[in-house]
């Protein structure tokens, strides 16, 4: 017997199967190389009712026939496996009258969540999307323009009603005048990375992976300062040119504490006393996003609440639950807190003795650390079951990956991508269908009929009888401690990270 000399899979099909994000793929190769989620944290209002912590005891709680509502939240860092989780909640629930909905991310857009609904909900409610959420016939420089006036607008001291609370702040220093100046409108970039953002773009390499959130932040206010110089020029007096002065004088140490590797939140949280006025910048235009984006898309708060009560009406007259799988909330941002709203309905608070005209409706997303800390609290106190799936060592920190911290965990996730790389997408095709006529049926494993398998198992190792080669256990060790914080989120010691 020999070791192996030459490589056990083909390169194309290590492409197709070692993919970095969940939803990609049929659904052979995501049950042949899936890990089981456990040791995770659980809480809210119901998570007593979980009795294990893993993945299937979270079903059972959510799936149970009798449940007439949940609002469930999986928490956790950027590649941590919240979106595999949804996902397999997903392939696993149980055939019955329920209306299942998984949403991918798709091309990240708002546009692209409610085409999703509309393709896979049943034909009869297809006509209540025809306005939701029509696209403007304008390039993407011509919606970040559309984009900045409708915060320009926004911006204007009179323009709610009732007034918000930095009103009067606007009316000092008329933030609207300055960021409407077709100087700015030109070269300002910070409209495009949030509209970029919110479509999937991305905000650079990994970004669209990491589900950034589509804020305005201190850099956004850096670089409009960096135009503000032809505000000087240009005849405009007053608290215009009073804010751009301040805003020039700030942009320096911004750029100070970024050059030294200072991110924008630590400097928002850190330094905020020194840069005053492009922290009330941030918030102003923050506050002020939701509105600007439903103008731009066409999809109004209300409009997505009557979206989704006319659906739960209709449904509730068939005898049927709305069942939501939420991969990405990040992909609403401009109408997410109308939509957490909808989510976290119950119909049974909603009507005369507890009976309502709505259907059930039981939801899981998916959010990171930090849009979960945005949260607002009567939110957070309305989660029933909150699923966190790893843990940080002190505030500030990264969470660590449950599934992730045992050595022996991490072998066995890496030797189900061999062996699915192995087999191929074919096989495992077949593999899959004979899956729904036995339930126990094992994953090919294309080791047991090798013929080098004994020398290549004592070289390089084996999990459960699937080889570790071109690998060793050593080696997965090396490569998992040397995994890091500091490149834009690629290599975390998360699953994607280990991908």
């Known amino acids: 017997m020999t ?82 989780l949804i996902r397999w909640l997903s392939i696993k629930w149980p055939s019955n009258n329920d209306v299942k909905l998984l949403l991918q991310r798709a091309d990240g857009s708002l546009e692209g969540a409610l085409r999703q609904m509309r393709e896979r909900l049943p034909l009869e409610f297809q006509d209540l999307f025809d306005n939701m959420g029509r696209r403007h016939r304008a390039t993407d420089r011509g919606r970040a323009n559309l984009l900045l006036s409708n915060l320009a607008n926004a ?8 007034p918000l609370e930095d009103a009067e702040w606007c009316r000092t220093f008329l933030p609207g005048e300055l960021i409407d100046l077709p100087v700015i409108k030109r070269h300002w970039k910070g409209p495009s990375r949030i509209l970029g953002l919110m479509e999937g773009k991305g905000d650079g390499e990994g970004a669209e992976r990491n589900s950034q959130s589509a804020s305005f932040n201190v850099f956004d206010i850096e670089e409009l300062a960096s135009h503000c110089g032809a505000v000087f020029n240009s005849g405009v007096k007053g608290p215009t040119e009073r804010l751009a002065r301040r805003l020039i004088e700030e942009a320096g140490y911004i750029a100070e504490l970024r050059e030294s590797g200072w991110t924008a939140d630590e400097i928002a949280a850190e330094q905020a006393d020194k840069i005053a006025t492009t922290m009330k910048l941030v918030a102003a235009l923050n506050r ?43 992909s609403w941002e401009g109408i997410d807190d109308s939509l957490i709203d909808v989510l976290v309905t119950n119909a049974e608070t909603r009507g005369a003795d507890g009976i309502s005209d709505m259907c059930p409706l039981i939801s899981v997303v998916g959010v990171t650390p930090g849009y979960y800390k945005k949260l607002h609290g009567n939110y957070r106190a309305r989660i029933t079951h909150e699923i966190n799936l790893g843990a940080a060592q002190q505030d500030g920190e990264l969470q660590d990956v449950a599934t992730l911290r045992d050595g022996g965990d991490r072998v066995r996730f890496v030797s189900r ?63 998992f401690e040397a995994l890091n914080d500091n490149d834009n989120g690629m290599t975390w010691k998360t699953p994607r990270g280990v991908l």
């Open 155 to 162: 911006l204007h001291p009179d323009h709610f009603d009732p």
């Open 417 to 479: 991508y061999l062996s699915a790389v192995r087999a191929g997408p074919g096989l495992l095709d077949t593999w899959r269908n004979d899956l729904r006529q036995d339930r126990n049926a094992a994953p090919p494993n294309r080791c047991d009929h090798c013929p080098v398998k004994e020398r290549c198992h004592a070289t390089f190792g084996d999990a459960s009888g699937i080889g570790l080669f071109p690998f060793t256990e050593a080696a997965l060790d090396r490569f």
């Open 288 to 330: 002020r996003r939701n509105d600007a984006v439903q103008n731009l898309l066409g999809v109004s708060a209300e409009g997505l609440k009557t979206l989704f009560r006319q659906i739960r009406v209709a449904l509730a007259e068939r005898g049927q639950r709305l069942v939501l799988l939420l991969e990405d909330i990040t």
């Open 3 to 84: 070791a192996p000399m030459i490589a056990c899979w083909r390169a194309e099909d290590a492409t197709a199967i070692i993919s970095n994000e969940a939803l990609e793929g049929h659904e052979g190769i995501f049950l042949a190389t899936h890990s089981p989620i456990t040791d995770f944290e659980v809480s809210g209002s119901h998570g007593g009712e979980i009795e294990g912590r893993d993945e299937t005891a979270l079903l059972d709680v959510l799936a149970d026939g009798t449940r007439r509502h949940a609002f469930c939240v999986v928490q956790g860092e950027p590649g941590s496996g919240k979106s595999h």
